[in-house]
């Protein structure tokens, strides 16, 4: 069974209205705004068709455990189908990239496990790409007015 790992911030949803909370580093601000984040509906497709085909789903993210009802209301609320939900356990501080590769480790038997990641993070991305797993970088595009 091959699993397919989702990001969630600037992802799934367009995150760049908080990105001056995130440059601060008023991480309790930020995340307690994710609600507002608008989705970004051709990922959500994307992740809902490949789950309905039979791909087993985690949703991974940085952000702290603590802030898990509101990702899980943010993914509720818009359709997204998933599995699991993999969060920043408490006081665990590692970067991103070494973050999300070591609790997909603890989570699955094998990283041979995880057959497409998608993510926006160049970082997160290199790090994925070093493991050799099949990664799909996204992008959420400026919308003109």
């Known amino acids: 069974m091959k699993w397919l790992i989702c990001d969630v911030d600037h992802t799934l949803f367009d995150s760049r209205g908080r990105d001056g909370l995130a440059?601060?580093?008023d991480w309790d601000a930020y995340n307690a705004a994710a609600w507002k984040d608008p989705p970004v509906p051709e990922m959500i497709?994307?992740?809902?068709s490949l789950h309905a085909s039979g791909w087993p789903t985690i949703c991974l993210t940085a952000c702290a455990e603590k802030w898990?009802?509101?990702?899980m209301r943010q993914l509720l609320d818009h359709g997204v189908e998933y599995d699991e939900l993999i969060m920043r356990p408490h006081e665990d501080f590692r970067p991103s990239?070494?973050?999300?590769?070591?609790?997909l480790m603890r989570r699955l038997r094998s990283l041979d496990d995880v057959g497409l990641v998608i993510e926006?993070?160049?970082?997160?991305?290199?790090?994925?790409?070093e493991q050799n797993i099949t990664v799909l970088q996204s992008h959420v595009r400026m919308i003109k007015p």
């Open 97 to 103: 990239p070494a973050l999300k590769v070591g609790l």
């Open 45 to 48: 497709a994307l992740v809902n």
């Open 120 to 129: 926006d993070r160049d970082d997160v991305v290199a790090a994925f790409k």
């Open 68 to 71: 898990r009802p509101v990702k």
């Open 23 to 25: 440059n601060e580093k």
